[in-house]
């Protein structure tokens, strides 16, 4: 059977346990290659690598570290703004307060003066016209004399002394007049 | 119908040295190819770390990601909070492993660095030395004890045990760890090959009406293998990066330590586990 493929170790220098045993020439330049090879991945790219890896994660670190803080501040500010909020609102209260009661003691003393105002012009009307009252008696009281005295002549016939009975008429008037008071009093 | 394929295994393995020939540093196609990975990967993270913009963009978005995975997904998952100090190492180990798998499917290039024994056993080796001086430096004389006899096992059990726990810690594991990547990567390479040549016999070397299905089938599976062996490039990457994290994490707290439950140790066998089916596969 020619036609099938021939797999034949050739009988010449090696042979199939050199297939398992390391040539001396590959061992040192296998070794030279992976001292090589390990030196540089240890001693330069790796730790290039991890200080790569450590950088980022330490700005991740520092940027979380910030953000909290910034957070931390935001809500310190927060709080700080409500207190201030709070009292604020509690001194516009004061002061609403304050001026409310302000405003009612302004409008009590304005009140109390007008009422002493009122009284005082009341009193001041009473006295004008007492004193108008009394003006009035007197003019009054003069009339009545002089219509007495002249009504007297006539039922006389003839002149009376004006003087005396003035006198009598005016005595009479008061007599009269506080009868009148008197008498207003008894009735 | 006369096809004739012979392939000789040797040709996708040994190389002829270029330069220094002779010497303990022969330069060979695979010592090259170590060079350009070693190249291809220092340059990803000299392109990576360059930029240190707080908004990364790009390469510096990559090269982040991919530090930060093996930090917090493997370093600090596996071992614990100390493990931020051998994140750096395990970034390495895994990104070394990581483009010297790749050169497998970069056209052009087609050959993983790790098909050959000499860089698994290397970082297996390095690996090895690594867990036990942090074994003795943490826990000093008890790490060889709580090693060699676990606590709470019946005394009779140590007779077992014992010389299980010391093959399997002391003198299997740097084996398996380099034995592991090297088959996964060396059957990758001899399958993606025997796909490609198929593929190139009948579409183009015995190129015949009849045998264009089978080429365009080889073609297509040969193309599927290339994901495939994507795939398998990272997982054995995260491999080897996470047992040897498991490896340190037990040499910090101890086999058997009371402090740290069965889930630290549990996924040691969860990922040994991914072996078998990446490599049945």
């Not at chain 2, 740097?174 to 001899?190: C, E, I, Y």
Request: charged letters at 20%.
């Amino acid at each position: 059977m020619k036609n099938l493929l021939i797999l034949a170790a050739t009988e010449e220098e090696p042979s199939g346990l050199d297939l398992i045993l390391p040539a001396v020439d590959e061992l040192v330049w296998g070794a030279i290659c992976f001292a090589v090879v390990a030196f540089f991945m240890m001693k330069i790219a790796v730790p290039k690598l991890r200080e790569t890896i450590a950088a980022r994660e330490q700005s991740i670190q520092d940027a979380k570290e910030s953000a909290e803080g910034e957070r931390a501040e935001a809500k310190k500010m927060l709080d700080d703004y409500k207190q201030q909020l709070g009292e604020a609102r509690a001194e516009a209260n004061r002061i609403i307060e304050e001026s409310r009661q302000a405003a009612e003691q302004v409008r009590k003393d304005i009140l109390a003066k007008s009422e002493k105002d009122a009284e005082a012009i009341v009193a001041r009307a009473q006295e004008q016209i007492q004193a108008e009252r009394q003006r009035t008696l007197q003019e009054l009281q003069g009339s009545i004399a002089d219509l007495s005295i002249e009504l007297a002549g006539k039922v006389v016939g003839r002149s009376v002394d004006a003087e005396s009975q003035r006198e009598m008429v005016d005595a009479y008037i008061r007599e009269v007049s506080g009868m009148g008071s008197n008498g207003g009093s008894n009735n | 119908m006369n096809l004739a394929l012979e392939l000789d295994v040797n040709h996708l393995f040994f190389w002829d040295p270029i330069l220094f020939k002779d010497t303990p540093f022969a330069l060979n196609r695979v010592s090259l190819l170590m060079i350009v990975g070693s190249l291809a990967c220092i340059t990803f993270f000299w392109l990576a770390s360059r930029k240190k913009s707080m908004v990364p963009k790009g390469m510096q978005t990559i090269g982040e990601t991919a530090y930060l995975f093996i930090r917090d997904r493997i370093a600090i998952d596996v071992i614990g909070p100390e493990g931020v100090r051998y994140a750096a190492y395990l970034t390495a180990l895994f990104f070394f492993i990581f483009f010297m798998n790749l050169m497998e499917i970069v056209p052009g290039i087609n050959f993983p660095v790790t098909s050959r024994m000499a860089i698994p056993v290397f970082l297996a080796i390095l690996t090895y030395l690594l867990f036990n001086f942090i074994g003795f430096a943490k826990q000093g004389f008890h790490y060889l004890i709580g090693t060699l006899f676990p606590p709470g096992v019946p005394k009779g059990i140590y007779l077992l045990l014992t010389p299980i726990e010391f093959f399997s810690v002391f003198i299997i594991r740097p084996l398996t760890l380099s034995v592991r990547l090297l088959a996964n990567m060396m059957a990758g390479h001899v399958l993606l090959t025997i796909f490609f040549l198929f593929t190139h016999e009948f579409l183009v070397t015995d190129f015949k009406i009849t045998t264009l299905p089978l080429g365009i089938v080889t073609a297509i599976v040969a193309t599927g293998l290339i994901v495939f062996e994507l795939l398998v490039i990272s997982i054995q990457a995260y491999i080897f990066t996470m047992l040897t994290a498991f490896y340190i994490a037990e040499a910090i707290h101890g086999h058997g330590d009371e402090s740290h439950d069965d889930t630290d140790h549990a996924p040691v066998h969860e990922v040994e586990g991914l072996e078998a089916t990446t490599t049945a596969a």
